[in-house]
């Protein structure tokens, strides 16, 4: 996925290879690209500073009562938080002290802390803190049954703790202006478009397997159903990835399957290596953004792409598709 860096800005039970070969199931494969907004549940804490106070001293209530960088906070004097806006507000009606529900990993904690008018008058308590992100991933498979998506093959984490996202609403767009900054070595490129078209679905879960979520028509990803295939069944050797990452709409691209680690549960159980002289010319081979593609082989669905080699971007890991399909399960 796109390096989600705006200022506004997954480990889950795996079921084994046992599900996908006892039953039969089917999904509808994609390619497709997609924006992705998401909305945390609570706010992130992405660093604590020292600010310059009105008296010129520089200080950092927010360090000083023992908050750290990665904390999510949920609310302030008792008053629930979804956006930085409303911290703000909250804080300057409270310029003694003001209460804070925090959760620190698997903990949970109130944390009082006494804020600092700074320079520009304002009471601040010296953090940074996101309340949203944004970037581009790409719909791995669609279930008709139960109209569900699954996108990027893993989970959308904030770019300064390295945390999974907890989602609080979020929603997939459709690209549109497509263009792809093309890969080298030690620099891989990326996709990019504007999104701000009609909303195709929901994000309901944001996961390590990928985001998961129901769609508001099947228009989008309308396509023949394939079987899904369980990692016993992969093997090294030729294989394809859908992409619309070169223009033109999703094509079948051929790859080469290197090196498999089956029973893995996570994103890298597949090393993959581009072959196909059409994306190697459009794209450079793997990019950011081409997260979810998927990977067939022998007409099934195996798995997706995840990562790029930063060195080789020739090169790319994916996650075997029935991890994918086990955190599915989760919607119901």
């Not at 007409?299 to 955190?327: R, S």
């Amino acid at each position: 996925m796109k390096n989600l860096t705006t200022a506004i800005l997954i480990a889950a039970a795996i079921q084994t290879c046992a599900y996908a070969e006892d039953n039969d199931v089917y999904v509808i494969p994609s390619g497709r690209s997609v924006g992705v907004k998401l909305y945390t549940d609570g706010l992130t804490v992405a660093g604590v500073e020292k600010i310059t106070g009105a008296d010129g001293k520089s200080v950092s209530p927010a360090a000083d009562a023992g908050i750290k960088k990665g904390d999510i906070i949920y609310s302030v004097n008792g008053v629930a938080l979804s956006t930085v806006e409303q911290l703000a507000g909250e804080i300057n009606k409270s310029p003694d002290s003001v209460r804070l529900e925090v959760r620190r990993g698997c903990e949970s904690m109130s944390i009082t802390a006494d804020p600092a008018e700074a320079s520009d008058n304002a009471l601040k308590l010296g953090m940074w803190v996101r309340d949203s992100t944004a970037g581009i991933g790409t719909i791995t498979y669609y279930q008709p049954e139960n109209n569900t998506y699954a996108a990027l093959g893993h989970g959308i984490c904030d770019s300064d703790t390295g945390n999974i996202l907890t989602v609080k609403s979020g929603n997939i767009q459709q690209c549109n202006d497509l263009t792809v900054k093309k890969s080298e070595r030690g620099a891989p490129g990326e996709l990019d478009a504007v999104f701000n078209g009609p909303e195709l679905g929901v994000v309901e879960l944001n996961s390590s397997a990928g985001i998961y979520g129901k769609m508001n028509s099947d228009e989008y990803v309308r396509g023949n159903p394939v079987k899904i295939a369980p990692d016993i069944e992969v093997h090294e050797g030729e294989a394809y990835i859908m992409t619309d990452a070169a223009g033109g709409g999703v094509e079948y691209y051929t790859v080469e399957l290197q090196k498999l680690k089956p029973g893995s549960d996570d994103t890298k159980g597949i090393v993959f290596k581009v072959t196909d002289e059409r994306l190697k010319e459009a794209t450079g081979g793997v990019v950011k953004g081409m997260s979810g593609a998927p990977i067939i082989q022998e007409g099934k669905l195996v798995g997706a792409v995840t990562h790029v080699f930063v060195n080789d971007p020739m090169k790319g890991y994916g996650i075997f598709i029935e991890n994918m399909l086990a955190q599915a399960e989760k919607l119901g």
